[in-house]
């Protein structure tokens, strides 16, 4: 199976900061690499797709970058709606694999 | 709009069974492969199941080992989860998701359903 590793687990950032969590592979998955953001208490929501693709109705601020060390995903100037967990899920091969999650908390 | 409405969680007993049923609508659901997520209270997302839109490719998470059943009826629009021999490890939140691109099995969730929670515990 391919695991999936995200760092860091948390941050800590203000209003207009930017973010970048970063996604690693423990096999060759190409650009097949998705983000979610999740907020508690709610279904995930798609931010990019094949590793930098944006999602039709995502904000422009989020960005995936697809790099020989591996996938990041910047958030650009964070907002207040952006306070959430963020997952990495690779959609190369089965079995479907997730990172273990970054949690964007409030400084 | 396109939705996506699962049901069918609970509380059951170790060892129990439940069939989790997903309803879509807004979309060409036999156009798309379905897929099954669960989250475990305070946990991260893990894979469960995935099936392809007309049935035919259907893959498992190793961990099920053969105690849960993926299927659909593309003519009701719904897609299924029966889960057999259910453990405490399985209590969490059961979401239902469809996949980003028509013909395409693994893939990106671009819909997902709000979650319907299995509680297995006596």
């Known amino acids: 199976d391919i695991q999936m590793t995200q760092s860091p687990s948390s941050v800590s950032a203000s209003v207009g900061d930017r973010v970048t969590i970063t996604c690693q592979a423990s096999?060759?998955?190409?650009?097949?690499l998705v983000w979610y953001q999740q907020k508690p208490g709610k279904a995930p929501k798609l931010l990019i797709y094949?590793?930098?693709s944006l999602q039709s109705g995502v904000p422009s601020r989020f960005s995936g970058n697809i790099s020989v060390t591996g996938f990041t995903l910047t958030i650009s100037s964070l907002q207040l709606e952006d306070f959430a967990t963020y997952y990495c899920?690779?959609?190369?091969?089965?079995?479907?694999?997730f990172g273990g999650g970054t949690k964007v908390e409030i400084k | 709009e396109v939705q996506l409405v699962e049901s069918g969680g609970g509380l059951v007993k170790p060892g129990g069974s439940l069939r989790l049923s997903c309803a879509a609508s807004?979309?060409?659901?036999?156009?798309?492969?379905m897929t099954w997520v669960r989250q475990a209270p305070g946990k991260g997302l893990e894979w469960v199941s995935s099936?392809?839109?007309?049935?035919?490719?259907?893959y498992y998470a190793d961990s099920l080992k053969g105690r849960f059943t993926i299927s659909r009826d593309n003519a009701k629009h719904s897609l299924y989860l029966q889960m057999n021999s259910l453990r405490a490890e399985d209590t969490a939140v059961y979401y239902c998701?469809?996949?980003?691109?028509?013909?395409?099995?693994?893939?990106?969730?671009?819909?997902w359903g709000h979650g319907t929670l299995v509680t297995v515990s006596s």
């Open positions: 998701a469809k996949v980003l691109h028509r013909q395409q099995l693994d893939d990106a969730f671009d819909i």
């Open positions: 094949a590793g930098s």
């Open positions: 807004g979309f060409t659901f036999s156009a798309y492969s």
């Open positions: 099936i392809s839109s007309a049935g035919s490719y259907i």
């Open positions: 096999q060759n998955i190409d650009n097949w």
């Open positions: 899920q690779q959609a190369n091969s089965f079995p479907l694999t």
